[in-house]
């Protein structure tokens, strides 16, 4: 065997390493046994390409979700008419020979540990990037297919996930997902379900001096602002020397006779944008067209 080339995510999504013999290692997202061979999607930190492993299911049995493994094989770039890489990117494994498990899996995903959310942000929590968590939650927003926000007795946390199951706010949920971080502890492919039913979360009331100092992270907070313009699912408002936009799936705030000027205090996942550790912007995004005026 020629000696592998390693591989680095510029390397791969460049298509540098096409047709060529190399060696990656990443942790398992996702499985599908294929008659023969398995697929897998394999994240190196939050970058993802298609794995497949040749064999029998005895011999990659080892193989499950957040599986840490070490591969060899050859990297298949697809490329468009020009020759241009498109972003799909393969490892072909001969044999489950070349495959070494760095780290066990998990055959339960919701057997795992739960984390306080608080914790995710803590140093001890960088050792699990990229790996499965596991925290138990109260639903604060749901965005069905998209996101899930939730929040327990420490902290709140982002959920992206593809799931649609009907949540109501205040819902328990365990929720289990790959650790990420995007200017804070963010939560990806995400899966949840439904072990108990509470109040509805309390909102934090904040000021735009707590926003604009970095205070508000992905967390439901009420805010006392200035309407600027509404239309469609849209609300423009200002907070003292803050503006940004308010926005609910299905607003329709146009047809609400909203006049602009009018004092109102709003209800949201608060989401923020750093840039250089600051913040750049702010968002809002409402759970329902209720709120005081």
Not at 66 to 77: P, S, Y
Not at 172 to 201: K, M, Q, S
Not at 206 to 223: C, H, N, P, Q
Not at 235 to 260: I, K, N, W
């Amino acid at each position: 065997m020629p000696v592998p080339i390693p591989a680095t995510i510029h390397q791969l999504a460049s298509g540098a390493l096409d047709a060529q013999w190399i060696v990656a290692e990443g942790v398992v997202r996702s499985i599908a046994s294929q008659p023969g061979r398995l697929v897998a999607q394999l994240a190196l930190d939050n970058w993802e390409l298609t794995i497949e492993v040749a064999g029998a299911p005895s011999e990659l049995s080892a193989i499950q979700v957040n599986t840490q493994l070490r591969l060899r094989g050859v990297c298949d770039v697809r490329v468009d008419d020009a020759n241009r890489p498109i972003g799909v990117v393969r490892l072909m494994v001969p044999n489950a020979g070349l495959v070494e498990v760095l780290g066990p899996g998990t055959a339960d995903p919701y057997a795992i540990p739960i984390w306080p959310i608080a914790e995710l942000a803590e140093f001890r929590a960088q050792k699990a990037f990229g790996r499965l968590v596991h925290v138990r939650a109260s639903v604060a927003l749901q965005r069905p297919g998209t996101s899930l926000f939730v929040k327990d007795a420490t902290g709140s946390v982002y959920v992206q996930t593809p799931q649609a199951t009907p949540v109501r706010v205040g819902d328990i949920v365990d929720v289990v997902g790959f650790l990420a971080n995007d200017d804070g502890p963010t939560i990806g492919r995400g899966v949840y379900r439904v072990v108990g039913h509470g109040a509805e979360p309390p909102a934090r009331a904040v000021t735009a001096s707590d926003i604009e100092s970095g205070k508000v992270l992905d967390e439901l907070v009420r805010l006392p602002v200035r309407l600027e313009n509404a239309s469609d699912d849209t609300l423009a408002v200002r907070a003292g020397s803050l503006s940004f936009l308010a926005t609910l799936d299905g607003g329709h705030f146009e047809h609400l006779g909203l006049t602009p000027g009018s004092e109102m205090v709003l209800t949201g996942i608060g989401i923020v944008v750093l840039r250089d550790g600051v913040v750049s912007t702010f968002r809002m995004r409402l759970r329902s067209a209720d709120w005081s005026t």
